[in-house]
């Protein structure tokens, strides 16, 4: 064989090595879905350690905006804003919102600075059960994605419908939104150091079970 055409081959097919080792390096750790042990294991200290850093980053950047006199950088309600300046973990099923506890599970999360990402499709914790359902094969949306979730507690089973659009959460250091239903509280967080950029964000989508444990 040519040297020549032996040297390009074998160039070629580093190359081809090269973009593979970045593709993968660069995708985002996954923790397996389907979870449905109803104890802290279901929620591991990984993704605890990581559902932490989401909240410490939005807590930071909250804080720096109104500091800098950018609060119209920050879209929270009341419930979100509590749970972003004010909650603590205290185990893998249970968290402080201010002076209350809450049961929880993670819907999804997403830290950026470390591309970490879960997403369990099942997830079971002290009573408190979340199922993502597939997306309807024939229904497209523009500028966001549709997450459909059935979420069962105390015997009952609510329809949760949340929505992630980057274009709209890019305008915003921090953004957090609350839907109540019956004794649950469905949050969402993002969070970005930089704007304008919809897929620079870290994500934290909760439900929390208003529970008589305080």
């Given amino acids: 064989m040519n040297f020549r055409v032996l040297l390009a081959i074998i160039i070629v097919v580093a190359a081809f090595a090269g973009l ?24 591991n200290s990984t993704v605890l350690g990581y559902a932490e850093k989401v909240l410490a980053e939005a807590r930071e950047l909250y804080e720096n905006a109104v500091e800098t006199n950018r609060s119209y ?28 506890l809450y049961k929880y599970v993670i819907l999804q999360l997403y830290y950026q600075p470390e591309n970490f990402s879960y997403t369990p499709h099942e997830v079971q914790v002290d009573g408190v059960k979340a199922v993502l359902l597939p997306r309807p094969e024939n229904v497209t949306y523009t ?22 659009v980057g274009p709209m959460f ?7 939104s609350t839907q109540q239903v019956g004794n649950l ?8 150091r930089e704007l304008s950029c919809g897929g620079c964000g870290s994500i934290l989508w909760l439900v929390l079970a208003n529970d008589t444990l305080t």
């Fill in 185 to 192: 509280y469905v949050v969402q967080v993002w969070a970005s």
């Fill in 20 to 43: 593979y080792l970045a593709f993968t390096y660069r995708q985002p750790q996954r923790v397996p879905g389907g979870l449905t042990n109803a104890s802290a294991a279901a929620q």
């Fill in 73 to 100: 950088l920050v879209s929270v309600d009341n419930f979100s804003e509590e749970l972003i300046l004010n909650s603590t973990f205290i185990n893998g099923s249970v968290m402080a919102v201010g002076h209350r």
């Fill in 143 to 164: 500028g966001g994605q549709e997450y459909r979730y059935l979420v069962t507690y105390e015997g009952r089973t609510y329809s949760v419908t949340l929505f992630f």
């Fill in 170 to 176: 890019s305008s915003y250091y921090v953004w957090a």
